[in-house]
């Protein structure tokens, strides 16, 4: 297969885009899970709400921390981000496991691990299906 300087333009354009639209959805995230427990009504000295806004914190700097045009101090590269996202994810959706929690508050941990788990992925998924844009 041979890249032309177009095609190699168009693919490292692709990738730009869904890194800031990850970015973006990672802030989200992480803004959500950090007033997560104010949101879902969990008392604050609880160790499930203490959990999500520590994972929500490490999200958002993370964020801030990774070499990309949302980021700032461009510290962590993105496979470094992308292997932490992976963890933060895992973490939070088996912690209601681990800590023992599953039967007061499960939900939350689970939707938001496996948000964050979509959101590293969505980055292996081709541009046109994320997007309804035609690019040439």
């Known amino acids: 297969m041979i890249f032309t300087k177009e095609k190699t333009f168009n693919m490292r354009a692709e990738k730009t885009r869904k890194m800031k639209i990850h970015s973006y959805i990672d802030y989200a995230i992480a803004t959500l899970l950090i007033f997560s427990p104010w949101i879902f009504n969990i008392q ?3 160790m499930e709400s203490k959990i999500m806004v520590t994972v929500g914190l490490a999200l958002f700097i993370t964020n801030l921390t990774t070499k ?5 101090a461009k510290i962590f590269k993105t496979k470094t981000h ?4 992976l963890f933060l994810g895992w973490f939070l959706f088996v912690s209601p496991f681990l800590y023992g929690f599953f039967s007061s508050t499960l939900l939350p941990h ?14 292996k998924i081709p541009f046109k299906i994320v ?3 035609k690019f040439a």
């Open 131 to 133: 997007s309804t844009r």
């Open 44 to 46: 604050t000295e609880l």
């Open 82 to 85: 992308y292997k932490i996202d």
């Open 68 to 72: 990309h045009k949302l980021g700032l």
């Open 110 to 123: 689970l939707l938001f691990g496996v948000l964050i788990f979509l959101n590293t992925f969505m980055i």
